[in-house]
Structure formats: structure tokens, C-alpha cells
């Protein structure tokens, strides 16, 4: 069993990170009242765009091995998060300066960033020729993945945390610090205030147009990280369309599920990522691969426990932002 | 041009939504050391103008002097930089924050709630104020929303205060609470400014009263040197009496008959217990008490749309026989002619749509009476045109979407529907609420109308001297109980006062 778990978690792990990211650039997202349903485009759009990144710089090289490690790591991820940004103006301007409605937005956005993705993935298995439908970047990989030298030498503690390239520990870090500023800084209790209750922010002189931007483009570009990691670290570098899935709509259930804190999204994402992969480990032999797919659903089946439970204690902080999903506008009357 | 040592002085101000004029050429002058009474009719353009005051709407044209100085208010940022602070007639609130919070909110320093938590008790203790600064706002009574409010205000160092319509939803005793403060902020050379709608209350606290008339500036002069009736004249342009006159009841016959009334809400909160009484026809059953004692339940309970855990209503035809109302739908319960116009405190949230224009409004009741699928859009054109003649609704057009009339119109838009419907018995809570003096007396005529017509009206209301005028008997309900039927014509307003808060007043805030 133990054996079994030590095995488990740095793989639950592993799929947790992409949903945390997700998870996180929502939350702070959501906490400005923005409901962006563009975030899995937006993930799409974030690893692709680095994926380019990483594909020029890699190309511009006869031997990988004369790559720069730091140009190798900053190039993709400026791009990811360059691209991002793009994704994050573009709904923070349909949504906040031309008020348009934020599920019709998000939901295009997702489409087109899917749509993106696999377009630009596709012109780049082109350009490779290969026979198979994917690019590999297996030298850019390899400073993404890079472990901790001495993880290997610690046993089950080195395999357990120590185990995973540094954007794990980013994502874990940017959570934590997502939580201390909603929570405990002028800026965190502002964009509250904006999420809850536009009107009355914008009353106390909070412009609310510059937070809602802010918070959108900020959690696109950590959420653009999160599709990143996915192709650069879990994925070895390897890019094929639509391999993401639906990981993106699982990080906004996952926003749900940890009743938007920052901080309990840490574990519940290494949860829903061990949910996520758990029908790997049931075995349910030939006869009856259907209920593979009915594994598949838990990640989604908790998070329904989760509303169910939570509208029925209707405990007033554990519920979404009270103007989540609702353009502002000051002089409306 | 300007006033001298003037706190603000306002020039030729003007503000246009889209094609309504809702401020023209406004000179307004606002001193320290004194109390203004800003008055004027529903959509008058009062709040619009504070509003540029407060840094919410920006003028199109005129000039604002802050001490003298000509200032331009782009936000509600620049409002505080030069010590304007405004306390909203709906409160701008987070709920899910604290009070500390809530009252640090905006502002740019390092937040420290321990801090803030220090300064808030100083205001406090030097104001008299009550305020817990942990306590989350929606754990809060209206009042103490409210005082939250004013502590924001004057923890931003604000010295010149706009409250809109501060008292319409507080009880006779706290009203009081609030004006003591006023009165010791007066004395420390603030400048306050007060909308309100209760006549008796401009009396007792403004030291002046301005006023305005469909946007325009009409002139102000001294309290002491006006009476009631001239300062409606002022704001309405026209003489006018004011005058409820009470018919004593006629054909008094009980119609509606209670007893025993338990209501648990959602929550599982008792919110009525026990209740019984009679409502007879002819008159009209003032019922008083603090807002959210059970009143609403009550209307509910009757009109069918409120689950009852024990008791009876019945319905007493005009032959005496008895017809329980319990357990019928509120369709067939208002096909017998019950109707009810209740005002929640969002105005909108019973009764209209929003999005709807007055006459798709007025067809919510009659839709049902067309043959066929289709629906017979004449008669409730017809009837929204005489609603709004009748009532004297402003409003570009009976095709205006509702949410864009101001509060009061759009309240006359409900009562005149439900009246139109010529029902047998009328239940209205709230008829009044945030309507300006000439059209409450409006509302009043038209509910003693309905009343000499042989209807029984069950009146919820909040103002007492209101209740006492209008009503034949007063029940006074506190904590969901039943604590007093008084005949309205001998009442004491301060013996109401205490039964409202008598026996355990405060449950229902549970």
C-alpha cells in the first residue's frame, strides 16, 4: 500500500500542478467579479505560445547542447505569458469597457483559444515534417523537468517533494501568495470589495475597471503557466493537439470546490489530479472499459457534493463573489 | 458669485440622463455649523445632485466651490480629498466584510484593521455612536448598517456630510439616536446636509431648508420661518392640503379572520407567532412595527404565497360565510378579490419586472383574462395611461422600462396597478416607502378611497404619525407576537413606540 501511494501521489501531484495554476489565475480572477470561462483557451493559448518560443530557440540551434539554460526557460515563458496577457486584455476589454456578457466572452474564448492552439500546433508539426502529430522540444524539456540534484539520494521524502521541476514549486508558491495578498493586504481586500460589490467600491474611490483588468490578465497569465507546465514538464516537451483536454474546466470546478481560497486550492488540486488519473489504478479489465469513463467523472461529481453542501450551509463567505458575472457600470440606474 | 465662507457653493449645475433633465442650473450654498434640509419631490434631481457633490456622476455643466475654491469632483476620490462624505440611501456596504473593514475600504495606507479598529472607537466614543468594527455587515440590524455608514464617512475626515434619506427605514428610536449625533457633529462645526421625505423630521432637525423642483433650484429659507404646508407648496409648485381625511368606517363587517398565525421562514425562524385578528370591511388595520417583525410573513401568510405552520385565515363572504384562504393558491386567493401591493425594500424585487415597460407591467395581473394564446395588449395600455395621469408619474412614455423610473415612480406603478384591480380586500406594505410628501398623500387619498368603497385594507407601514392619521385601528406586531390592537384615534405614538420594542422586540432580527 505504502509502496502503492509513494508511487501515486508524485503522479497526483504532477497532474494537480496544471489545475492549480488554472485554479488559481480563476480565483483571483473571480474575486474581481470576472467570471472568465476563457481559462482552458487561455491555458491552450499560454502553452502553445510557449511552445513557439521554445520551438524557434530550440530550432535556432544545431546541438541543443549549446543552448543557453537560461534564455531556454525565460523565452517560452515569456511567450506563455506574453500570450496570456493577450487572451487576458482581450476579455478584461469585451467584458469591463464594452460590457459584454462574461459567459458568452469566456465561452468564445475558450473555443477560439483551443481553436489557436491547435492551429499553430498543427503549422508547426508542418514545419518539422515529422511522421508523427506532435513536436518534441526534449532540450527545452530538459530545464523545465530539471530536479534537485540531491532529490534522487533522499528516498521516499526526496521522491515525494522534492521530485518535480521548479514550476511545481512556483505554482504552489504563487497560490500561497495569492491567498496572503486577498487576504491580508490593502490591494487583496480592494479587489473584494470590487468582486462583492461594485457600487460600493467604486463609492470609496476603488476604480473598479483597473482591478477587474488587473485581476483578469494577472490570473490569465498565472492560469497561461499552468498549460505551460503541462507540454514543458508533465508532457516532456511534447506537443500534440487537444492532449491538454479538459483539464481547464476541471481547474474553474476545482475554483468551486475550494469555495475560492487560494491556499486549501494546493491540496484540492493534487486531489483532483489524483481523482483525475485515479481509473488508471482501478482495475476494470477489458470486459468493462465503460467504467473507466465513470471514474473519470469523479472530479466532477465532488465538486456538485461541494455546491450541494455549500448552498446548504449558505455560509456567506464560503459563496462566490456577489456581483461574479455581472458587468458594472456606474451610472446605471 | 459666490457665497462668503460657504463650505460648498454650487453654480448654475446641470446633469442630463440621456434626454431627462435631471438637475438645470442648480445654485445650492451649504454652511458649516449647519443643518440643510434638501427637499423636493420624487425625481426632483436631489440625489443626482449630491451625487456630483459626492463625485458619483460628473456635471455637465456649472461650477462646485469647496471653501471658496473652485473644484472639479471627478471621482469619489476627489470628493474625500476635500472632505465630502455622503451616506447613501442604499448602503454601499460589502456584506461579507466587517465594519472595520468596510469603514478602512478605499483608502491608502498600509492596512492595519488593529489600527483602524482604534481610531473607529474613537469616533465612536466622541459621537456616541454603537459600533462592534469586527462584526461582519450582514450580521447587522438596518441601524447599525447605517451607523457603520457615517463612521466611514467621518473616519475619512469628512466635515461636510450628505445623508439621503437616512431615517426611512429606522424606528422613532433610533431616528433619535441619529439626530442627537447630527446635532453634536452641527455643534463641531460640520455641514451637513439631510434629504428626507418626513416633514415633521425637517422641522425638528434642519436649522434650513433648500429646495428643488424637476431639477431646478426654487430657493431656500430659514425652518423656523415655514410650516409644513408651505414648504410642500414650495417643492410642488402649487398650494396644496395636507390633510388625511379620515371618514369614520361605515358597513363595518369583519372580512379577513386570522387566528393563531405561525410562521416559520426558510431559516426555520419563527417570524410570526401566534397572531390573531380581524380585518373589517371599511377600514383600514394599521399595522406597525419594526421592519422585518413579521410583516412581510403576514401579507404573505393572507395572500397565499407564504407556507404556514399553524392557525387559520379565513375569508368572511359578504353572507358571513367563512372561507379558509390557507392552503389555496395565490391565483384562486386573488381571484377572490385579495390583492396585495407590498414595496420590498428593493422596490423591485415583488411585484414589477424591472426590464418591463408600465404597461407589460400592468398586464402581469390582467394576462390571464385573454381568449386565446395570444395576449390583448389594449385595455393595460390603457390602463398604464390613466396609472400615470392619475398618479402623476414622471416618465418619458408608458413603453419606459420600470428600473429607469425613479424609486417613487415606479412604486406609484405598483400601487395604481394593484388598486386598479378593484380588489375586495387590499393588503399594502410600504406604499409610501421613499416617496416624496405630495405623492404619499396621493397614495393615502387613494387607499381611503378604496376604504370608503367597502374594501379592507391592511396598511404595513413606518411611519407612525402616517399610521396614526390614516389608520381606524393599529396593531402593533414586535418580534412576530402580536403586542397590542389599539383603536388609532386615541393612541399614543410613544406608547406604540414601546410596544414595538417591548417583548422581545430584537428576535425578529434573528
Redesign the interface.
Known amino acids: 500500500m505504502l509502496n502503492f501511494l509513494l508511487a501515486f501521489i508524485p503522479r497526483a501531484v504532477v497532474q494537480g500542478i496544471p489545475l492549480l495554476y488554472g485554479c488559481t489565475g480563476e480565483i483571483i480572477t473571480e474575486k474581481s467579479g470576472n467570471l472568465n470561462l476563457g481559462i482552458p483557451g487561455v491555458m491552450y493559448v499560454g502553452a502553445i505560445s510557449g511552445v513557439i518560443g521554445a520551438f524557434f530557440y530550440e530550432r535556432s540551434f544545431a546541438d541543443t547542447a549549446a543552448m543557453n539554460p537560461a534564455l531556454a526557460i525565460l523565452i517560452p515563458l515569456l511567450c506563455c505569458l506574453l500570450g496570456s496577457l493577450l487572451m487576458g486584455l482581450l476579455y478584461s476589454f469585451l467584458t469591463v469597457t464594452l460590457r459584454a456578457n462574461q459567459n458568452v466572452v469566456g465561452l468564445a474564448m475558450t473555443t477560439f483559444g483551443v481553436g489557436f492552439g491547435n492551429f499553430f500546433g498543427g503549422s508547426l508539426i508542418k514545419l518539422v515534417d515529422s511522421d508523427v502529430p506532435s513536436i518534441a522540444l526534449t532540450a527545452t524539456s530538459a530545464f523545465f523537468s530539471k530536479k534537485l540534484p540531491f532529490a534522487g539520494s533522499l528516498g521516499a521524502i526526496g521522491d515525494l517533494f522534492l521530485s518535480y521541476g521548479f514550476m511545481a514549486y512556483l505554482s504552489v508558491a504563487i497560490a500561497l501568495i495569492a491567498s496572503y495578498v486577498l487576504n ?3 490591494t487583496g ?2 479587489l ?2 470590487v468582486g ?2 461594485p ?8 476604480s473598479v475597471s483597473r482591478y477587474k483588468y488587473a485581476a483578469t490578465c494577472i490570473g490569465c497569465m498565472i492560469a497561461g503557466l499552468g498549460g505551460l507546465y503541462y507540454v514543458m514538464d508533465y508532457a516532456t516537451g511534447v506537443w500534440s493537439n487537444n492532449a491538454f483536454g479538459d483539464r481547464g474546466w476541471l481547474a474553474i470546478a476545482l475554483v468551486i470546490f475550494t469555495v475560492w481560497r487560494p491556499k486549501l486550492s494546493i491540496f484540492a488540486s493534487f486531489l483532483f489530479g489524483g481523482l483525475y488519473i485515479l481509473y488508471l489504478y482501478i482495475p476494470t479489465g477489458m470486459d468493462h472499459m465503460e467504467l473507466q469513463e465513470l471514474y473519470k467523472m469523479i472530479p466532477y461529481v465532488v465538486t456538485l457534493l461541494v455546491l450541494v453542501v455549500t448552498s446548504i450551509r449558505s455560509k ?2 464560503d ?1 462566490p463573489p ?1 456581483s461574479l458575472g455581472k458587468a458594472y457600470f ?2 446605471e ?1 | 458669485m459666490k457665497a462668503e465662507n460657504a463650505a460648498v457653493s454650487i453654480r448654475g449645475v446641470s446633469k442630463a ?1 440621456g434626454s431627462v433633465r435631471a438637475n438645470h442650473k442648480v445654485d445650492l450654498d451649504i454652511y458649516r455649523g449647519e443643518i440643510l434640509a434638501l427637499l423636493g419631490e420624487n425625481g426632483s434631481g436631489k440625489t443626482t445632485l449630491m451625487n456630483m457633490l ?4 460628473f456635471p455637465d455643466e456649472g461650477q462646485i466651490f469647496i471653501n471658496g475654491v473652485e473644484r472639479v469632483i471627478r ?3 476627489d ?2 480629498a476635500l472632505g465630502i462624505g ?1 451616506v ?1 440611501q442604499h448602503f ?6 466587517s465594519a472595520a ?1 468596510n469603514i ?8 492595519n484593521i488593529r489600527e483602524a479598529t482604534e481610531r473607529i472607537n474613537e469616533i465612536c466614543e466622541k459621537y456616541g455612536f454603537d459600533v462592534d468594527p469586527r462584526q ?1 455587515v ?1 450580521d447587522m440590524s438596518v441601524s447599525q448598517k447605517q451607523t457603520v455608514e457615517i463612521v ?1 464617512v467621518l473616519y475619512r475626515g469628512a466635515d461636510i456630510l450628505i445623508l439621503d434619506e437616512p431615517t426611512a427605514v429606522l424606528t422613532p428610536q433610533e431616528t433619535e439616536k441619529l439626530f442627537d449625533v447630527l446635532r453634536r457633529m452641527k455643534k463641531d462645526g460640520k455641514a451637513i446636509v439631510i434629504i428626507t421625505h418626513k416633514m415633521h423630521e425637517v422641522e425638528e432637525i434642519s436649522d434650513r431648508v433648500a429646495v428643488l423642483r424637476a431639477g431646478e433650484y426654487i430657493g431656500s429659507v430659514d425652518t423656523r420661518d415655514m410650516d409644513v404646508e408651505q414648504m410642500t407648496s414650495m417643492m410642488v409648485g402649487h398650494s396644496v392640503s395636507l390633510n388625511i381625511k379620515r371618514e369614520d368606517p361605515v358597513g363595518v363587517r369583519p372580512r379577513i379572520e386570522v387566528k393563531g398565525l405561525t410562521v416559520r421562514n426558510d431559516e426555520g425562524v419563527l417570524k410570526l407567532r401566534d397572531v390573531s385578528f380581524t380585518a373589517n370591511t371599511g377600514e383600514i388595520l394599521g399595522v406597525a412595527g419594526i421592519s422585518g417583525c413579521g410583516q412581510k410573513e403576514l401579507l404573505e401568510a393572507i395572500a397565499g404565497l407564504q407556507p404556514v405552520e399553524s392557525g387559520e385565515v379565513n375569508y368572511i363572504r359578504d353572507d358571513g360565510s367563512r372561507e379558509p384562504l390557507l392552503g389555496k393558491d395565490p391565483l384562486s386567493i386573488s381571484e377572490m378579490g385579495v390583492s396585495m401591493s407590498f414595496v420590498p425594500e428593493d422596490r423591485l424585487g415583488m411585484g414589477l419586472v424591472a426590464n418591463m415597460d408600465i404597461a407589460d407591467n400592468m398586464m402581469l395581473r390582467t394576462c390571464r383574462k385573454g381568449k386565446g394564446p395570444f395576449t390583448d395588449r389594449k385595455p393595460s395600455k390603457k390602463l398604464a395611461k390613466e396609472v400615470v395621469k392619475k398618479l402623476d408619474i414622471v416618465t418619458p412614455g408608458i413603453t419606459t422600462p420600470v ?2 423610473l425613479s424609486g417613487g415612480n415606479v412604486q406609484k406603478v405598483l400601487v395604481g396597478r394593484e388598486i386598479a384591480s378593484d380588489p375586495k380586500v387590499l393588503l399594502t406594505a410600504y406604499a409610501v416607502r421613499g416617496l416624496d410628501i405630495n405623492s404619499s398623500y396621493t397614495i393615502y387619498n387613494l387607499i381611503n378611497e378604496q376604504k370608503e368603497r367597502g374594501v379592507a385594507v391592511i396598511f404595513v407601514g413606518e411611519d407612525l404619525d402616517v399610521l396614526l392619521e390614516l389608520s381606524d385601528r393599529i396593531m402593533v406586531l414586535c418580534g412576530g407576537r402580536v403586542s397590542g390592537i389599539l383603536d388609532a384615534r386615541t393612541a399614543d405614538k410613544n406608547h406604540i413606540g414601546r410596544l414595538m420594542t417591548t417583548a422581545g422586540g430584537r428576535e425578529g432580527h434573528e
Do not use: C, N, W
Not at chain 1, 457600487?199 to 476603488?206: F, H, L, R, S
Not at chain 2, 459626492?54 to 456622476?57: K, P, R, V, W
Open positions: 491580508h493586504t490593502r481586500l480592494h473584494r470589495a462583492e460589490d457600487y460600493t467600491a467604486d463609492a470609496v474611490g476603488i456567506k463567505e459563496q456577489a456606474r451610472e440606474r | 440622463f459626492s463625485g458619483i456622476y471621482s469619489p476620490r470628493a474625500h455622503m447613501h454601499k456596504l460589502v456584506d461579507v466584510l473593514e478602512s475600504l478605499g483608502l491608502h495606507e498600509r492596512l461582519k450582514y466611514k428600473r429607469r
